[in-house]
C-alpha cells in the first residue's frame, strides 16, 4: 500500500521502534488514505487526531506481539499504556 511505511517489528529494525518511527509510519498511513499530504485546515484536527489514534494503536501492536527468543515488546506496551493514558486526558478536556 505505502512503500514508505517500514516494518517496526524486531528484528527488521536492529533497535526498538522509536515513538517518532510509529508516528511516521502513522502520518504516511493517513496521508495514503486521506489522499492529501497536508489537510486543509477545516481538515487539520481530524487529519491530526487520526494520526494519534493510529500511532497508539501501532504502540499497542507492537507492545503485545510476542517476538520469540527476544526481549522486545515490553517497552513498547508500556510506552502504548502511556499514551493511550495522555489520550484519555486529552479526549476528556483535562
Known amino acids: 500500500m505505502c ?7 524486531p528484528p527488521a529494525l536492529p533497535q526498538e521502534a522509536t515513538e517518532e518511527d510509529m508516528r511516521a ?15 486543509a485546515a477545516h ?16 504502540m499497542k501492536l507492537l507492545g503485545g506481539l510476542e517476538i520469540r527468543g527476544s526481549a522486545h515488546g515490553h517497552a513498547a506496551h508500556e510506552h502504548a499504556d502511556a499514551v493511550d493514558a495522555a489520550s484519555a486526558r486529552g479526549a476528556s478536556g483535562g
Do not use: M
Not at 3 to 9: C, D, M, N, Q
Open 3 to 9: 512503500r514508505s511505511i517500514k516494518t517496526l517489528r
Open 25 to 39: 509510519a502513522a502520518l504516511q498511513y493517513v496521508r495514503k488514505v486521506s489522499g492529501f499530504r497536508a489537510p
Open 43 to 58: 481538515n487539520r484536527e481530524v487529519f491530526d487526531r487520526a494520526v494519534d489514534e493510529i500511532t497508539a494503536a501501532t
